[in-house]
């Protein structure tokens, strides 16, 4: 069965940080393309950044770009996510999904993505 939980959520003030981690069973994870997505009060899924098998290419959303980043540790099946310099902006769900940057021209990405974590709350407060 395939599971990935997350952790690390939690509450900060603007310009704080937190590091964000994913942990994966159930499927060969150092293969697999993988990515952090997350999902504001009311709003879309929107996709945050993604990292291939050997963690060697990393890819941000414009929106978090030079703020955030994305790694992985193949030996310990996880994935993580830094969070730098946060705003209230960035409050949201954190969802660890398999796959990667999905094509701009989905109206929804939640089917790209073959599997989901429960997520993991992220609140920057001003």
């Known amino acids: 069965e395939v599971q990935l939980v997350e952790s690390g959520g939690g509450g900060v003030q603007r310009g704080g940080s937190l590091t964000l981690s994913c942990e994966a069973a159930?499927?060969?994870?150092?293969?697999?393309?993988m990515s952090w997505v997350r999902q504001a009060p009311g709003k879309e899924l929107e996709w945050v950044a993604s990292?291939?098998?050997?963690?060697?290419?990393?890819n941000y959303a414009d929106s978090v770009k030079g703020r955030f980043t994305i790694s992985r540790d193949n030996a310990k099946d996880t994935l993580y996510l830094q969070l730098n310099s946060l705003e209230t902006e960035d409050t949201a769900m954190y969802y660890c999904?398999?796959?990667?940057?999905?094509?701009?021209?989905?109206?929804?990405?939640?089917?790209?993505?073959?599997?989901w974590g429960q997520g993991t709350q992220v609140t920057v407060s001003s």
């Open positions: 159930g499927f060969t994870f150092r293969t697999a393309i």
């Open positions: 999904a398999r796959g990667g940057r999905p094509p701009a021209s989905l109206s929804t990405i939640r089917r790209w993505f073959t599997a």
């Open positions: 990292i291939n098998g050997g963690g060697t290419v990393p």
